[in-house]
């Protein structure tokens, strides 16, 4: 069966300083990868999707991007947080391959506190 | 674009009633329809999804309906367990990599 890990769990970081969060999933073949952010009491914000290795849309322009340097790894970084970057980020998998829609499972998420 | 509302921010039942959570879509050309359950400091969870073509999908005391005409979609509980309490999203696209989710129904079960 198909798992995806996120890590780490949560992260308190300081303001300026760089980020680097990790999602890698198992047991499927070029899956179509998201990362998501969520604000409290809010719904998901899509902020990047890869279909493949080194292909990366960006949704919303901020101060973060991201990268997928192998297959079934993307990863999230910044070279400076802000505030303003706190929050839930949830990396998610879909089946790939132009199968249509699917759904998108997640990962456990990373709580990033900006102090 | 897309634009995804649910019509309670918080729902209260009791153990072992029906639980129905409501969700309404603003384009007409979206095509793919999912419920998530999200528990406190997890991700959120697959439940139940449908396609246009459809109008209604049973799953193991699961229900989604959807109504096209008003844009409308829920999903519907039986018996209700305090296991359910959690938080629930819908999210529909009409291009397949993007999905716009609502913002959320917090279930909360009285036992």
């Known amino acids: 069966s198909q798992t995806i890990h996120q890590w780490p769990a949560t992260l308190v970081q300081p303001v300026g300083s760089p980020l680097s969060l990790e999602c890698t999933v198992e047991?499927?073949?070029?899956?179509?990868l998201y990362w998501y952010r969520q604000a409290a009491g809010r719904g998901l914000q899509l902020l990047f999707y890869?279909?493949?290795?080194?292909?990366i849309s960006s949704e919303v322009p901020q101060n973060l991007s991201a990268s997928r340097p192998q297959d079934r790894q993307f990863i999230l970084s910044s070279k400076k947080l802000l505030l303003s970057d706190s929050g839930f980020y949830l990396c998610?998998?879909?089946?790939?391959?132009?199968?249509?829609?699917?759904?998108?499972?997640f990962g456990d998420g990373t709580r990033l506190s900006i102090l | 674009g897309e634009s995804v509302g649910l019509h309670l921010p918080t729902l209260s039942v009791q153990e072992g009633d029906n639980s129905i959570i409501n969700c309404a879509y603003s384009n007409s050309a979206s095509d793919y329809f999912i419920w998530y359950k999200q528990e406190s400091g997890k991700g959120p969870q697959f439940i139940i999804d449908?396609?246009?073509?459809?109008d209604k999908r049973q799953g193991q005391r699961v229900t989604v309906l959807l109504n096209k005409t008003v844009k409308h979609l829920s999903l519907q509980i039986a018996a209700t367990q305090p296991g359910d309490s959690a938080v629930y999203f819908c999210?529909?696209?009409?291009?397949?990599?993007?999905?716009?989710f609502g913002s959320g129904t917090k279930l909360n079960v009285k036992p």
């Open positions: 999210a529909v696209t009409y291009n397949f990599n993007k999905f716009y």
């Open positions: 998610a998998w879909s089946v790939g391959q132009n199968t249509g829609n699917q759904p998108q499972h």
């Open positions: 890869s279909v493949g290795i080194g292909q």
């Open positions: 047991g499927t073949s070029n899956p179509n």
């Open positions: 449908i396609r246009s073509n459809m």
